[in-house]
């Protein structure tokens, strides 16, 4: 694979104080693949400007809006202009700019959700669909080693037909209303017109939905959700239940809270077969646990030689050596990087490059969130999931 030069990325958000900007940027930046070489970092001007300082970008690369971004961008030469556009915004602050890159010839990299609400998604899918650039949604969780040696084991019957899926994600964060403590986080995430009207599930019910799907490779047919609001005065719920059935007849159990108070944020998965099971946690990322019915469960660990493609593929350092979070991501971003490369030169990516959450990921889990709010509102039981597109 030639590799000519560096993905330059624009960056939208991640001003002074973002904790996802950050995050996104060391993971693009890990691997040299891609250079940061402009930004349009808030929607204050001075901000942008202080957050580009702080980057050590030129002060003619740091732009006061991202429409300011695109069209002095275009202006440069090739060489020199941004490659792909990194948002890392709100969410109510997705979908414009993202259609406005891709119809301007950028790449694109998306935080999830892929948007405020289903009406923009589905308009959003078929910008993405008829673009011949490469977009990206940053569904984090399917970038760990473990998590894809799970995938590959399933995929290949290891564990037979699947059964039960469990996915829970417990958090504590949101234990008080730090929404009205100043609390930047909890402010814009309780926030429906800045986050959409699902709080916990499409904050972090959104990410155990898609493990759920990516893991099993199954696709959910119906589901039956219970939202909850536990802390008194917030307009948005921060704690649900959800069950669904899938298409080849699994049944699932969908748990996510931000009010488990003292919870960190330990998404766990269990996945269980007709032969046998998986489990997995990410505060405990590095282990797989494979059960059987007939022989001692058995402890998969990251970094060694018998892992399946997918894992070594996204593996980066020997047994014992932890990784996490932050690699997590720059896996997404090495593959969404090679695949660029690859579209240039004409080549066909390798299968386990182009294992990256996308806009199919993005549509799917938009619908997830619009049948769970339509399911807690109706007496129905049951709720067929059809996603529109």
């Known amino acids: 694979m030639s590799t000519t030069k560096k993905l330059k990325i624009g960056l939208i958000g991640g001003g002074p104080g973002s904790f996802i900007g950050a995050i996104h940027l060391n993971g693009a930046l890990m691997d040299g693949m891609f250079e940061l070489a402009a930004g349009a970092f808030s929607s204050n001007p001075e901000k942008s400007k202080i957050r580009g300082e702080e980057l050590m970008l030129p002060s003619d690369r740091v732009y006061a809006s991202y429409d300011e971004m695109f069209e002095k961008e275009l202006q440069l030469p090739e060489s020199e202009r941004i490659d792909v556009v990194c948002i890392v915004t709100p969410n109510n602050v997705h979908f414009d700019p993202t259609v406005k890159a891709l119809k301007h010839g950028f790449h694109v990299a998306l935080d999830k959700p892929l948007t405020l609400n289903y009406a923009e998604a589905k308009e ?18 399917s970038g760990y080693p473990m998590i894809k040696q799970a995938k590959q084991m399933i995929a290949n019957g290891e564990i037979g037909k699947v059964r039960k899926v469990y996915v829970e994600y417990p958090q ?58 536990k802390v008194e005065g917030r307009p948005i719920d921060d704690d649900g239940v959800v069950l669904m059935r899938f298409e080849n007849g699994a049944s699932g159990v969908l748990m996510a809270s931000q009010t488990d108070t003292g919870a960190e944020n330990n998404l766990k998965v269990r996945v269980y077969g007709e032969k046998g099971g998986l489990e997995w946690e990410q505060e405990l990322n590095n282990t797989l646990l494979v059960r059987w019915p007939d022989k001692p469960d058995q402890i998969y660990r990251a970094g060694t030689g018998y892992l399946g493609s997918l894992a070594q593929e996204n593996t980066r350092t020997p047994a014992g050596h932890p990784e996490g979070y ?27 490059w182009e294992d990256y959450p996308g806009v199919e990921d993005g549509i799917r889990g938009m619908a997830f969130i619009d049948h769970v709010l339509k399911s807690n509102e109706s007496d129905q039981k049951w709720t067929p999931f059809i996603v529109e597109k």
Not at 131 to 141: A, E, G, I, P, R
């Open 124 to 141: 959003l899918y078929h910008v993405v669909k008829n673009s011949d650039k490469m977009f990206l949604l940053t569904h984090t969780y």
């Open 172 to 229: 504590g964060w949101l234990w008080k209303l730090l929404e009205t403590e100043n609390n930047k986080q909890a402010a814009w995430r309780t926030d429906p017109k800045r986050n959409g009207l699902a709080g916990c599930m499409g904050d972090i019910g959104t990410h155990a939905f898609h493990m759920a799907e990516y893991i099993t490779g199954e696709k959910v047919s119906h589901l039956c959700a219970d939202l909850y609001i």
């Open 326 to 352: 932050v690699e997590a991501f720059a896996n997404l971003y090495r593959n969404f990087a090679r695949c660029i490369y690859a579209q240039r030169n004409g080549e066909t990516p390798k299968q386990e």
